[in-house]
């Protein structure tokens, strides 16, 4: 008969269950095929409109999917890079208009977003300002992506007041379209079935544990 310390041990001894790594894997390639579409869309109203940047409006989207899986894997640190990484992948070899600098985007995005909410979440600590701290992470990630644009040969001459305009709406649609819309749809996956098999990858584990530990 094994030992409950023992037994213990064996469960956390994996950081990322089997369910956190699903997630991972299929927010991040739902969200490199969309935020490849994202990119087209917003090149699109930059020519309509005539304004440098001015598709950033659209930059929180492309943070909906790290809040998604931050929250579906319990907050835990360096799923949102991991998801960052494997999105990257996946916009570069869907055609991004971004190209290969797409990898280096998505992943600076994912992690700002993780620096950003765990800083603040080391200053306060109050789960009534939680998502509150989800959504301020959002709006930096967003305003990261025009920051790491204009750092590449992406980047164009920008006058301040425009580029305060478009910090603005990035911030902006990071917090409204990335931190509250994530938490939004987090909270109608944990109302609604869709994401039961979760506990049903979780079930074969706790079994083997449980038979493993009155043998």
Not at 3 to 26: E, G, H, Q, R
Not at 39 to 52: E, F, H, K
Not at 189 to 212: N, V
Request: charged share 15%; with cysteine.
């Amino acid at each position: 008969m094994e030992s409950p310390a023992k037994d213990k041990s064996k469960k956390s001894s994996y950081y990322y269950d089997t369910s956190d790594l699903v997630i991972i894997a299929l927010f991040a390639s739902l969200g490199g095929v969309f935020s490849t579409f994202i990119g087209y869309l917003a090149n699109l109203v930059r020519y309509t409109v005539g304004i440098p940047k001015i598709g950033q409006i659209f930059a929180g989207l492309h943070i909906l999917w790290f809040v998604l899986v931050f929250l579906l894997t319990n907050r835990k640190v360096g799923s949102v890079v991991l998801c960052g990484i494997i999105k990257g992948f996946i916009e570069l070899f869907s055609a991004s208009h971004l190209g290969i600098l797409v990898l280096y985007i998505s992943t600076g995005e994912a992690i700002v977003f993780e620096v950003i909410f765990f800083s603040f979440f080391a200053l306060i600590k109050s789960k009534r300002l939680l998502h509150l701290e989800i959504a301020v992470a959002a709006g930096f990630a967003a305003v990261s992506n025009i920051i790491l644009q204009l750092n590449t040969f992406l980047g164009s001459a920008l006058s301040f007041e425009l580029f305060l305009l478009i910090i603005a709406l990035c911030f902006i649609s990071g917090v409204g379209f990335g931190g509250y819309l994530g938490q939004m749809l987090f909270h109608l996956f944990q109302q609604s079935h869709l994401l039961d098999w979760r506990d049903k990858i979780k079930e074969p584990a706790d079994s083997y544990s449980k038979r493993g530990s009155s043998e």
